[in-house]
């Protein structure tokens, strides 16, 4: 069921995040597609290609170079990442979070049998170490709230995300509603605006999420955001 799955990262100048988390899924040996769009610099880019060139044959891997240059928000980055999927369902990642590989495959499972849904959901928790950067001790974790977007309507939806303003970046979405969702985004250039208020707007309104009680994503709490 993994094989019906994409995760899709972003990532800009933090070759030891998304090489911490490629080196998870390695780990889980995660068979569902991954798909990496890197605005970093050349030595930076540089850095995570070794690792992916050394690990391709491990891990069900694309990467993208997307330059700042023509890529100025991670939105734009997720548009071009939507394009290439070829699978049937996919969920964004920072690339210092942890998708739980079991849950979005139960996720699949889920919009498999409930084509009324347009997407679907665990728990996220969010946990913080004791120091910053990518290495040290978990020192807590904490539930995440969500919004409620199981309602039919797509006005309430869209209301309690608004009320919340929660990411459902981190929901498995179908193919066609990740497209609709980031298709304009590149029309905003505002950082917030266009990476994430519009496409989880658009996604809202397209469709209701199903949520599964079991953790599908680890965020972290990180205070050296890009």
Not at 7 to 27: A, G, H, N, S
Not at 40 to 45: K, V, Y
Not at 58 to 73: D, I, R
């Amino acid at each position: 069921m993994s094989d019906n799955t994409t995760i899709l990262i972003p990532t800009m100048d933090r070759p030891e995040y998304i090489i911490r988390v490629l080196q998870y899924y390695k780990k889980l040996k995660f068979t569902g597609a991954i798909l990496i769009g890197d605005s970093s610099s050349t030595e930076n880019s540089t850095q995570i290609r070794d690792w992916i060139s050394d690990n391709a044959s491990q891990l069900n891997l694309k990467y993208y170079h997307c330059p700042k240059s023509e890529y100025c928000h991670d939105g734009m980055v997720m548009k071009h990442l939507t394009e290439q999927m070829t699978t049937k369902y996919g969920i964004f990642s920072g690339d210092d979070d942890f998708i739980v590989p079991s849950a979005i495959i139960d996720c699949a499972a889920l919009l498999d049998k409930k084509h009324e849904y347009s997407s679907a959901a665990g728990h996220r928790a969010a946990f913080h170490l004791d120091q910053p950067g990518h290495i040290g001790k978990i020192i807590k974790v904490e539930h995440v709230p969500e919004p409620d977007l199981s309602s039919e309507s797509p006005a309430v939806r869209w209301t309690n995300y608004m009320n919340l303003t929660i990411s459902n970046q981190y929901h498995l979405q179908r193919h066609e509603v990740l497209i609709a969702a980031y298709y304009h985004c590149d029309a905003a250039k505002t950082r917030y605006i266009g990476p994430e208020l519009m496409p989880c707007s658009i996604s809202t309104i397209c469709g209701k999420t199903a949520y599964l009680n079991k953790i599908s994503c680890y965020f972290q709490v990180n205070k050296a955001q890009i």
